[in-house]
Nanobody, 119 residues
Framework: VQLAESGGGLVQAGDSLRLSCAAS????????MGWYRQAPGKQRELVAR???????AYQDSVKGRFTIARDSAKNAVYLQMHSLTPDDTAVYYC??????????????WGQGTVVTVSS
């Protein structure tokens, strides 16, 4: 499986962006997909995730501003981001967690998309 993120860019504070992540190849049993981000000099952190059952979880700093959604038919996940601030500037990564009866849980990362928010 390969993941391809898109939708990043340079925006101003207060603007919105929508990130997309599409999985290509065979996904065994979807378990969860998530968006992570890594700002310069900081560790990678979870932003939002969605499970196979549709449950979602968000980092406190993005609650009420970001929404994660999934299109199961397309094996895609989206991150709608509103009211962006410079603190949201980071490389955003998509991660897929799937289950194979042969190999157990598998995790795949995308290559990342850059989001830059200017003040």
């Amino acid at each position: 499986v390969q993941l391809a993120e898109s939708g990043g860019g340079l925006v101003q504070a207060g603007d919105s962006l929508r990130l997309s992540c599409a999985a290509s190849g065979t996904v065994f049993r979807f378990d969860a997909m998530g968006w992570y981000r890594q700002a310069p000099g900081k560790q990678r952190e979870l932003v939002a995730r969605i499970t196979s059952g549709g449950s979602t979880a968000y980092q406190d700093s993005v609650k009420g501003r970001f929404t994660i959604a999934r299109d199961s038919a397309k094996n895609a996940v989206y991150l709608q981001m509103h009211s962006l601030t410079p603190d949201d500037t980071a490389v955003y990564y998509c991660k897929l967690r799937e289950y194979s009866s042969r190999t157990g849980y598998l995790e795949t990362w995308g290559q990342g998309t850059v989001v830059t928010v200017s003040s």
